[in-house]
């Protein structure tokens, strides 16, 4: 399953209906001895490094401005010293902020008072970290609790959220153990469990799963993504990873020395990088992990089962075509006709449902390119590409497969996943 | 060599000045704090004197077997019958109760310390310089002004006592604390913890077997101050130690000596039990 074209699609075109979530306005960062003088210097356009050689301060994050909608996903992606652990930590601020702002709906959080920051980390901001961060002391499930202890939630009714946060990440039967008795992906998963007992508006994941090994971080990643379809949470999610940036953001915001040099869907940045940077980031991406079926399918040519075969045989015909799908009236697919077994259908008086080739192969639009190679390896017709119901969205050819690898956007339908 | 910049500062005379000052304006307070200490010892030795010798030996034991092994459990038994055979069980009981007493006062005392520096590096400043002073400054010196302060006896032995045997449990829990990971702090800081929250639920706990280390350490050293005490007045082991040592008796030396290892290796095997 993939979802980073197709969801930053749909995301994108909601835009418009959404509710904004967090909105940050020109957020800097700089470490040193008198910060705010250098924030001017930033102002005038100065980098990150001639501010370092002028007044020996380190930029953290330069000016960072981003919006992120109601159940987003949103990823801060950049190399290691590019800001985004420094700039998520700002949104909670674990981090002071030396200039800008932060706005929650109508709740300015750069102007919170102590109390009004601890009471937004406890209600709408948790956040999932690197090395999961778990109180060894604690078992599985008080480690869940702690949100909840902390706000002096009673004893039971913080039990019970716990034990749902857990059963929700497929931990449920391990309420007594230690972390230290648990792997590293069910560590992590405790650690989003505990950021999701609190039942906050937004989920901070600071580069969650780039401690765990490539196959266990895949998987969470999915898990990640199943669970937003029934938790609907804002995620500001940090990596360096790219390849985890394109599988799970909706959005993806790249970052270079504390400056955010593009914010688009995954297919905005891959398709039509900002700049040189960006552009190097994303020429080593592996295009056939990343679009899908739903990207390269072509219309399919049908017909009704319920036509006659002549019917079938006369549009090959004008089509020039020598093969035809055949649906029901709900477009399910029932599978093919070719033009030799419609001429026997109508020498021999059959219907088209009595000759069509049943059991095609096909897949589903969210399929990864690198996953159509086999099937369409042995096929003899071209891939058809159903949604969940069965319905015939389009097909796959070869052609369109091998251009769309070539980067030539001509081979792309452009549309993904019609939704 | 005799010619001087400056002339010699009076410092002798500053801290006399200083003492007295003390004395003077500080006795009702000093007298207080003598009569506690002096109250709860007495009642620690009445209380260790109540049964047959056997019963505290048994109940020792039975710690011992509980908190660390049966092994340890065995030793405590044989080592303290012997002291009981060789007749110092009164003594034992007053180097318990002055032992007891001092960890008390520095656990009660220290660990707050220990907390408050871990908090603060501002505080930490003033009272490490504090706490090499308490350590390395030799016992008599200090022994001095305590005796001036509380008169002779037991009192000046358990000042004199906490004052040496703190450090350790003040600058352990202050470790423990600050060797926290990092990253504990800042999860406990982000779901939103007061202070006291992470102190209590975080911090603490975390920082336990770094905390009992030290009071281990505090423990040790304050057996290791036995003799010293003695020299004041306060009873117990020391007093026969200082007395071998005075007579050149060597093995009523060497009895007492015997003694106070084998008690101090019962409190470390049982101290460092309750860690695990």
């Known amino acids: ?419 | 060599m005799d010619e001087r910049f400056l002339p010699r500062l009076p410092l002798k005379s500053w801290v006399n000045e200083f003492v007295d000052f003390l004395k003077e304006y500080l006795q009702g307070f000093f007298g207080i704090v003598a009569t506690v200490i002096e109250t709860v010892t007495d009642w620690f030795v009445f209380v260790l004197q109540l049964g047959h010798p056997f019963v505290l030996i048994i109940v020792i034991s039975l710690i011992a077997w509980w908190t660390a092994k049966w092994k340890v459990a065995l030793f405590s038994f044989l080592g303290l019958w012997l002291i009981n055979n060789l007749g110092y069980w009164e003594e034992l009981t007053q180097t318990l109760s002055l032992i007891l007493i001092s960890v008390i006062i520095s656990i009660i005392i220290g660990i707050p310390i220990g907390i408050w520096m871990s908090q603060k590096d501002a505080v930490r400043s003033v009272v490490t310089p504090i706490l090499d002073f308490m350590q390395t400054m030799p016992a008599f010196v200090y022994l001095i002004p305590a005796v001036v302060f509380f008169g002779l006896g037991m009192v000046p032995g358990v000042i004199a006592t906490v004052i040496f045997a703190m450090p350790p449990t003040v600058r352990l829990t202050d470790l423990g604390i600050r060797q926290v990971p990092a990253e504990l702090i800042e999860a406990a800081n982000a779901f939103g913890s007061t202070t006291g929250q992470r102190l209590t639920k975080v911090q603490i706990p975390l920082a336990t077997p770094t905390i009992m280390a030290g009071i281990n350490q505090s423990i040790m050293l304050s057996l290791s101050m036995v003799v010293i005490a003695s020299l004041v007045g306060a009873p117990g082991l020391g007093t026969i130690v200082y007395r071998a040592v005075t007579q050149i008796k060597i093995g009523l030396g060497f009895e007492g000596g015997l003694s106070l290892v084998i008690i101090a290796m019962i409190l470390d095997r049982i101290s460092q039990g309750i860690k695990k």
């Not at chain 1, 074209?5 to 075109?13: I, P, Q, R, W």
């Not at chain 1, 980098?47 to 953290?60: A, H, N, P, R, Y």
């Not at chain 1, 914010?263 to 960006?278: F, Q």
């Not at chain 1, 017909?303 to 035809?324: N, Y």
């Open chain 1, 1 to 419: 399953m993939d979802y980073s074209l197709a969801n930053g699609k749909s995301g994108g075109e909601k835009m418009g209906e959404k509710k904004i979530e967090i909105k940050v306005d020109k957020l800097t960062k700089i470490f040193g001895r008198s910060p705010k003088d250098a924030v001017g210097l930033l102002e005038q356009g100065k980098t990150k490094d001639q501010i370092l050689e002028e007044t020996g301060m380190t930029v953290g994050v330069n000016q960072a401005s981003f919006e992120v909608e109601n159940g987003e996903v949103f990823v801060i992606m950049g190399l290691s010293g590019s800001g985004k652990s420094t700039l998520v930590r700002l949104l909670n601020r674990l981090i002071e902020p030396t200039s800008g702002e932060i706005w929650l709906g109508d709740k300015n959080v750069t102007a919170m008072n102590k109390e009004e920051l601890r009471e937004l980390r406890r209600k709408n901001m948790s956040m999932v970290f690197q090395q999961f961060a778990l109180l060894p002391h604690k078992t599985i499930l008080e480690n869940a609790e702690y949100g909840l202890e902390i706000q002096k939630v009673d004893k039971n009714e913080r039990e019970q959220k716990a034990k749902d946060a857990l059963e929700l990440v497929g931990l449920g039967g391990y309420l007594d153990k230690y972390p230290t008795e648990l792997s590293g992906g069910m560590q992590q998963r405790v650690g989003l469990a505990r950021a999701l007992a609190n039942d906050p508006t937004i989920l901070l994941m600071d580069e969650a799963f780039s401690a765990l090994d490539p196959l266990i971080r895949k998987d969470m990643q999915d898990e990640l993504l199943d669970l937003q379809q029934s938790v609907h949470k804002t995620i500001v999610f940090i990596t360096h990873d790219l390849d985890e940036a394109l599988r799970i953001g909706d959005r993806i915001a790249l970052m270079k020395d504390g400056v955010i040099v593009q914010i688009g869907t995954a297919e905005e940045i891959l398709m039509d990088p900002a700049n040189d940077y960006v552009e190097r980031f994303v020429e080593d991406v592996d295009l056939s992990k990343v679009l899908t079926a739903g990207h390269v399918m072509k219309r399919a040519e049908t017909v009704g089962v319920d036509r006659g075969p002549r019917v079938a045989l006369q549009f090959m015909k004008d089509q020039g075509i020598s093969t035809v799908y055949v649906i029901d009236k709900k477009r399910k697919l029932l599978g093919y006709i070719t033009a030799d077994q419609a001429s026997e259908a109508v020498k021999e008086k059959k219907s088209i449902e009595d000759v069509l080739t049943r059991n095609i192969p096909s897949v589903s639009p969210d399929t990864l390119l690198i996953d159509l190679f086999e099937p369409m390896a042995t096929a003899y017709a071209p891939l058809a590409v159903v949604d969940e119901e069965g319905r015939l969205k389009g097909i796959v050819v070869r052609g369109a497969v091998m251009g769309a690898l070539a980067g030539n956007e001509e081979n792309m339908s452009g549309n993904g996943v019609s939704s």
